[in-house]
């Protein structure tokens, strides 16, 4: 993920992008900074965003609370913030204005309509829900109480995605026919979820395996740059066992509501994964390869396929920074909104169906 799109690269690099968050604009030190609080440590990406919440200088980790208490303890011990025992004293707390939830995701639906409940302005770590009812319902909360709301799809400030979707929206690439979208990385092979993270290796507690885990990132890129789905089918299957009967490796089918056909694979057992996205129109060509773009466009003479096209807009703050800066005031942050996380949940859960049921599911 981040640059690579993989999730070893996300923790690789966390130090490198919490160094440009430093460098953000903060509010002068004399002003009261922003409270927050953790609810729930468990995901693995944990560190990396308090790596990046204690680098800015306008916010202040009030509390950690987790229902392992010596995992909320560890954690607030790195943030040099007070470990709670009941998450009630964090949303009755008026000081905090938000939350942060990286829980295990069968947590999530009580979390966060207890944090829209108490106005809590929250991100929170994808998927947003277990299943596509439960998502929606917490969208609509969150929607109701007009909270500031995003989560962890960062493949959206990648220059190479946002040139592409500036070319689509222009019509370079004329009439889409078809997109592959792909994100795998050794995760099973190298043991990642052996101990500490064992949960995401659960699909009970998880909501998915390895496909949704990595798949849901790709899934986005791909709705985000060409609109919503019509129909999925797909074959999603488990490699080495190591992690029981979860699922390690899948590759989905995809018919979108404009009438592109798509691929997307996802999963833990490859040892390489060069080529991460693919378009092509009747007029225009793209890929990546190994964090290259190459790109042809019949309606732009100096584009080259054979070349990496390298004109590419300026990255956005990361998901974690575009957050704070919308709660400290920042104004058109280009947030993920509550029901694009829902739809996501949703035709994940149409493509988990299809390959249980082995035919084409509707995604409603």
Not at 76 to 104: M, T
Not at 149 to 174: A, M, Q, W
Not at 225 to 251: K, M
Not at 252 to 257: H, N, S, T, Y
Request: contains cysteine; charged residues 25%.
């Amino acid at each position: 993920m981040e640059i690579n799109y993989t999730r070893r690269d996300f923790i690789k690099k966390s130090g490198a992008a919490a160094l440009v968050a430093a460098a953000l604009p903060v509010r002068a030190q004399d002003d009261k900074k922003i409270a927050v609080a953790f609810v729930g440590v468990a995901h693995i990406h944990t560190p990396n965003y308090l790596n990046e919440v204690k680098k800015r200088g306008d916010v202040h980790v009030k509390c950690v609370w987790d229902h392992d208490p010596k995992r909320a303890e560890r954690y607030a011990a790195i943030a040099g913030a007070q470990a709670v025992a009941e998450v009630n004293s964090i949303w009755s707390d008026p000081e905090i204005s938000a939350v942060i939830i990286l829980s295990e995701t069968n947590r999530h639906y009580e979390l966060v309509l207890a944090a829209a409940s108490a106005g809590k302005n929250m991100f929170v770590e994808k998927p947003l829900g277990i299943t596509a009812a439960e998502s929606r319902k917490m969208a609509g909360a969150i929607e109701k109480g007009h909270l500031i709301f995003t989560t962890g799809y960062f493949l959206r400030t990648d220059p190479k995605n946002l040139f592409l979707r500036g070319e689509i929206e222009r019509g370079h690439f004329g009439k889409i026919t078809r997109v592959r979208g792909s994100n795998c990385h050794n995760g099973s092979l190298g043991g990642w979820f052996d101990t500490e993270w064992r949960w995401m290796a659960d699909p009970k507690i998880a909501g998915v395996g390895a496909f949704g885990d990595l798949g849901t990132h790709t899934l986005d890129i791909l709705m985000w740059l060409l609109g919503g789905l019509d129909s999925v089918a797909a074959e999603i299957q488990t490699v080495t066992g190591r992690y029981g009967d979860c699922d390690e490796t899948g590759e989905a089918l995809i018919r979108f509501k404009s009438g592109i056909i798509g691929t997307l694979a996802a999963g833990w057992v490859d040892i390489e994964d060069p080529v991460k996205l693919l378009i092509s129109g009747t007029e225009g060509h793209a890929v990546i390869v190994n964090d290259q773009l190459f790109y042809r466009s019949q309606k732009i003479a100096d584009s080259n396929s054979h070349k990496p096209w390298t004109d590419l807009p300026k990255s956005p703050h990361a998901p974690m920074d575009q957050f704070l800066n919308a709660i400290a005031g920042a104004k058109n942050e280009p947030l993920v909104s509550p029901q694009e996380a829902a739809a996501r949940v949703t035709a994940m859960q149409a493509i988990y169906e299809a390959a249980r049921e082995r035919k084409w599911v509707k995604v409603s």
